[in-house]
């Protein structure tokens, strides 16, 4: 079982920037995937950014360049640092942790934390 907990979100002005963090606790025994998703009212949810094992990451388009997904593997836990944020961000932030075991997958969810980018 894996737990993820999540911090960071708030009411921040275009432009500015905050830093989304998901503290992991339970097994994290074999956790390939790590990243965040974001839904906004009346969109589905959509990938932002990923971090494997390996640290390898990969970043939706509407973000790349803006947002960067770290994990500091002592404490349990990743980030999202988000800079230059845009009204378009807003949404509830979820992170994911994705286990595969013998071809099967198995996702993880956070209770979200909501950001808002409003002047």
């Known amino acids: 079982q894996v737990q993820l907990v999540e911090s960071g979100g708030g009411l921040v002005q275009p432009g500015g920037s905050l830093r989304l963090s998901c503290a992991a606790s339970?097994?994290?025994?074999?956790?390939?995937?790590m990243g965040w998703y974001r839904q906004a009212p009346g969109k589905q949810r959509e990938l932002v950014a990923t971090i494997t094992s390996g640290s390898v990451t990969n970043y939706a388009d509407s973000v790349k360049d803006r947002f960067t997904i770290s994990r500091d593997n002592a404490k349990n836990t990743v980030y999202l640092q988000m800079n230059s944020l845009k009204p378009e961000d807003s949404a509830v932030y979820y992170c994911?942790?994705?286990?595969?075991?013998?071809?099967?997958?198995?996702?993880?969810w956070g209770q979200g934390t909501q950001v808002t980018v409003s002047s």
């Open positions: 994911n942790a994705r286990r595969v075991f013998f071809g099967n997958n198995y996702d993880y």
């Open positions: 339970g097994s994290s025994f074999r956790i390939n995937v």
